[in-house]
Each structure stands twice: as C-alpha cells, then as structure tokens.
C-alpha cells in the first residue's frame, strides 16, 4: 500500500512501533508530502497564488476565483501558509 499511514498502523498492529510512535510518524510522513506539494506547486508557472489576508471574506475570495483570467491560466491555488 502506498498511502500515508497504512504501513505505520501495520507496523503498529504488528507490534513493531507503539501507538506513540506511530502516530508521530504519520505526522512527520504527512507534513513531508505537504511540503513536497508546495515545493511543485511554487515551481509551476501555471500556478496563480492568493494571499486570502487582502479579502475580507471567502465570498471574495471565490469571487476573485469565478472572475479569474482562465485562458492565461487555468491553474490557481491558495497558499496554505495564508489560510491561518
């Protein structure tokens, strides 16, 4: 299985990690993947990023969205570092 988690409730299950151990591997596994994610998304020129902090609402948020440009590009994302 390739999924996150799936081998570290294995190994739990199997008895070869503790419940601590693995839950904080899976932890540790997920930010890694997230961290690789943003690092393709930052490199990807088709990527139009928003920083949320200049709305004063999702409404306008999504509305900058719908009103997007989609012909000059058709990818857009919101940074993840922004939505706290």
Same mark, same amino acid.
Request: proline share 0%.
């Given at each position: 299985?390739? %999924? ?6 294995? @190994?739990?299950? #199997?008895?070869?990690? #503790? ?24 490199? !990807?020129?088709? $990527?139009?990023?928003? !920083?949320?902090?200049?709305? !004063?609402?999702? @409404?306008?948020?999504? =509305? ?8 000059? %590009?058709? #990818?857009?994302? $919101?940074? =993840? #570092?922004?939505? %706290?």
């Amino acid at each position: 299985m390739q %999924s996150y988690g799936y081998k570290e409730i294995i @190994d739990y299950l #199997d008895q070869r990690l #503790d419940f601590v151990q693995a839950v904080s591997q899976i932890k540790q596994r997920t930010r890694n993947y997230a961290k690789r994610q943003l690092t393709w998304f930052r490199k !990807d020129s088709r $990527v139009n990023w928003l !920083d949320v902090s200049e709305f !004063d609402s999702v @409404d306008q948020v999504i =509305e900058k969205i719908l009103t997007s440009n989609y012909e000059e %590009s058709c #990818d857009l994302a $919101v940074g =993840e #570092d922004r939505l %706290s």
